[in-house]
């Protein structure tokens, strides 16, 4: 009770800010769904309730230029579902009530997996909200380190990971703050520029080299007697192209932060997806592969853990679009829809299966060097070990 208590003195006076981090981008088809934050809009908002069910509308129509992409949940859920079993952040109507959940999840028992699908599901019916984390006051985006009242597909799969690993409710942040930063010094604050805005170029690695996180997609292949179903996928990253780049250009990093290099990954094609579905345990974290362009950062464009439910496999994801808000979605209905997407053609899915490993942030970036690429076939562990060419 003590614990629970504490964090709802903490929430009660973290600020909330409306900006967002991931867009999903699959029916508006403007943008992609892990988009970084502008300039413009990192300005501290008016401080609210951080369990307040729905964000506090704008004063003027160009008070927040990112309002196109939050969203207020549908009523309607076409092949889709919000219920949950155990209470959910949106339930809640007082911090102290978001403390309790909160205690909940971190006395929960079972295996890392079953406390990735039970944290999980708690996020059901949330509103979906673009880059709803920063830095906290003070810092160049304002937003808080921590919420639970909005998230968007990123934010979602961070912070339910946190919550899924083993500590007291009241080092949920740090916990937070070490998946989402690289750090030079195990102390460091966080800051904008550590973060880790690339899902392929920086995330990913960050969270393998902390044995976080394992790439599946070729196993799930290979199991299905298909090993040629995984196929590969490369991001080069130059000092030319993102200096030419036509998105992501909303950041503006030291070019040590900068991830130069080749990135490589594998993807099951988007029409074949469906046909593995059984293979895809809950907990599995999935990744939306899109077409390459060259002058884009951007491989992955929406993340979000697969769910098997009721004799059907699920899709739980931050879904901004339909609905608006944290749902569980049939695969099926998912997939189809992103085949149908044109302007930027998505290829495929990729798989990862997640694991608690250490707690500490890597320090993945040499002040002395500009190409922090880590090449995928010089991680230990992964499922794809192809040599660069």
């Keep these: 009770m003590m614990r629970a208590l504490a964090l709802a003195a903490a929430l009660a006076m973290s600020p909330e800010t409306s900006a967002e981090k991931a867009t999903e981008g699959l029916a508006s088809k403007t943008a992609p769904e892990i988009a970084p934050k502008t300039a413009a809009n990192?300005?501290?908002?008016?401080?609210?309730?951080?369990?307040?069910?729905?964000?506090?509308?704008?004063?003027?129509?160009?008070?927040?230029?990112?309002?196109?992409?939050?969203?207020?949940?549908?009523?309607?859920?076409?092949?889709?579902?919000v219920d949950a079993a155990a209470p959910r952040f949106v339930d809640a109507k007082t911090p102290r009530q978001t403390a309790a959940i909160v205690d909940e999840i971190a006395r929960a028992q079972g295996d890392f997996t079953s406390r990735l699908v039970q944290a999980s599901e708690r996020f059901l019916g949330t509103p979906y909200r673009?880059?709803?984390?920063?830095?906290?006051?003070?810092?160049?985006?304002?937003?808080?380190l921590l919420r639970f009242d909005a998230v968007d597909c990123m934010t979602l799969v961070e912070t339910v990971i946190a919550l899924a690993e083993r500590g007291a409710p009241e080092a949920l942040e740090s916990r937070l703050t070490a998946i989402r930063y690289a750090s030079e010094t195990p102390d460091a604050a966080p800051a904008f520029e550590s973060r880790h805005h690339f899902f392929t170029a920086q995330w990913v690695p960050a969270m393998r080299q902390r044995g976080k996180l394992r790439d599946i997609t070729a196993e799930i292949a290979t199991q299905a007697n298909a090993p040629d179903l995984a196929v590969r996928h490369v991001k080069d990253i130059s000092r030319e192209s993102w200096r030419k780049r036509t998105s992501g250009r909303r950041f503006d990093l030291p070019l040590n932060r900068v991830p130069l290099g080749r990135h490589e990954l594998a993807f099951i094609p988007i029409d074949r997806v469906n046909d593995i579905a059984a293979r895809l345990k809950s907990g599995t974290l999935f990744a939306l592969v899109r077409e390459d362009r060259p002058l884009s950062p951007f491989l992955v464009t929406h993340i979000g853990f697969v769910i098997q439910r009721d004799g059907k496999t699920w899709l739980r994801h931050a879904a901004r679009d339909i609905y608006g808000q944290v749902v569980d979605e049939e695969l099926w209905h998912y997939t189809r829809r992103a085949a149908r997407y044109r302007k930027w053609r998505v290829l495929g899915m990729q798989f990862f299966a997640l694991q608690e490993g250490t707690t500490a942030p890597q320090a993945l970036w040499d002040n002395g060097r500009n190409d922090g690429a880590i090449p995928l076939s010089d991680i230990p562990g992964s499922a794809l070990n192809i040599a660069a060419e």
């Design 130 to 144: 673009l880059d709803p984390l920063g830095e906290g006051p003070g810092a160049q985006d304002a937003d808080p």
């Design 42 to 81: 990192l300005a501290p908002k008016a401080p609210a309730s951080i369990v307040t069910r729905h964000p506090k509308p704008k004063a003027t129509p160009t008070a927040n230029p990112k309002a196109r992409f939050q969203a207020s949940p549908r009523a309607s859920l076409p092949a889709a579902r």
